[in-house]
């Protein structure tokens, strides 16, 4: 059995040859602080988020695409294999395939195949995540032709030029998701006065998140703690505002793509210039992204088609000519 999974700072997919990506929750972790134990992993532990008692605390074992916890990863991952190892003999070890950031240290991917093998795989093979992200956005990376992917996902931006099926030029920003959160969540501080959690940030963004300022904007209402009474208190925020609180991470994304277009070889300019910009990951799933994309570049820019399960797809891919990639995209210690 061959798994492929996208380890995502957020979210993790699973996908499995001819069933698809049969998995995606949340990468979060519940532990019993009392007991030393493993409570609750993925949505059910993401439910618990800002919510529980000193006993129990609630890990997000990954930290900007890499491992920051590696006990919980593990338990992550095992519990994963597990969820879709069902019907299987538990003798019988998967082959695992872990997307992970291309700027990834030695030692950071040491600690991702040892979590994977003592999570019950046989073998982990790991692949660059912008390489994955390409093939299940369905660029050809095999072609001589260049293609530019921006996979903006919670914890990491990567943005990477492909070509001949390896990475031609690239730059790995550790500003994605959780920065643009953050930055939500510091605004709504200092502009209402409120105090509002992760989950609140997140589903402010989701709603309604925008990269450029819009002519009607979206109003949403949203609850959390009044820092001058320490009362609960209720607000409404536009979209417009949401724009200006994540004006200094999206300019930072920017910023990298806008480097890796300057060291991109000359033939390959012309290639992107001609076929434009692919943004995929959750990401891209931020209103007006590619617009503010091609503003800032003046190359033109387009989102993926599902752009959250884009990884996952590439690991199908990958897992399907598991003999050839060996030698071309991937790196086994």
Known sequence: MKIGVDLGTKNSLVFISNKGVILNEPSVVAVSLTENKILAVGKEAKEMIGRTPDTIQVFRP?????????????????????????????????????????GITS????????????????????????????????????SSSGHLIIDIG???????????????????LRV??????QAIAEYIKEAHNLAVGEQTSEEIKIKI?????????????IRGRDLIL???????????EVCRAIEDPLKEIMQCIKGVLRETPPELSAD?????????????????????????????????????????????VVLDNLDVYKKSVMSKK
Request: hydrophobic share 45%.
């Open 154 to 172: 919670g914890g990491t931006t990567e943005v990477a030029v492909i070509s001949l099926g390896g990475m031609v030029t690239f730059q790995s």
């Open 107 to 142: 030692t950071e991917k040491r600690a991702v195949i040892e979590s994977g093998i003592l999570a019950g795989a046989r073998e982990v093979y790991l692949a660059k995540e912008p390489i994955l992200s390409a093939i299940g956005a369905g660029i050809p990376i095999n």
């Open 62 to 102: 990954l930290k900007e695409g890499v491992i920051a916890d590696y006990r919980t990863t593990q338990a992550m991952l095992k519990y994963f294999i597990n969820k879709v190892n069902v019907g299987w003999s538990r003798f019988f070890k998967p082959e695992l395939l872990v997307g992970v950031p291309a």
């Open 230 to 240: 320490g009362l609960p208190k209720t607000i409404k925020i536009t979209s417009n």
């Open 209 to 221: 998140g925008t990269a450029v300022i819009e002519k009607d904007p979206k109003i949403l209402e």
């Open 272 to 316: 992107i210039m001609d076929k434009g910009m692919i943004i995929a990951g959750g990401g891209a799933c931020l209103r007006n992204i590619a617009s503010l994309a091609s503003k800032s570049t003046g190359v033109p820019c387009f989102v993926a088609d599902d752009p959250l399960s884009c990884v996952a797809k590439g690991t199908g």
């Open 176 to 181: 994605a998701g959780d920065k643009i959160d």
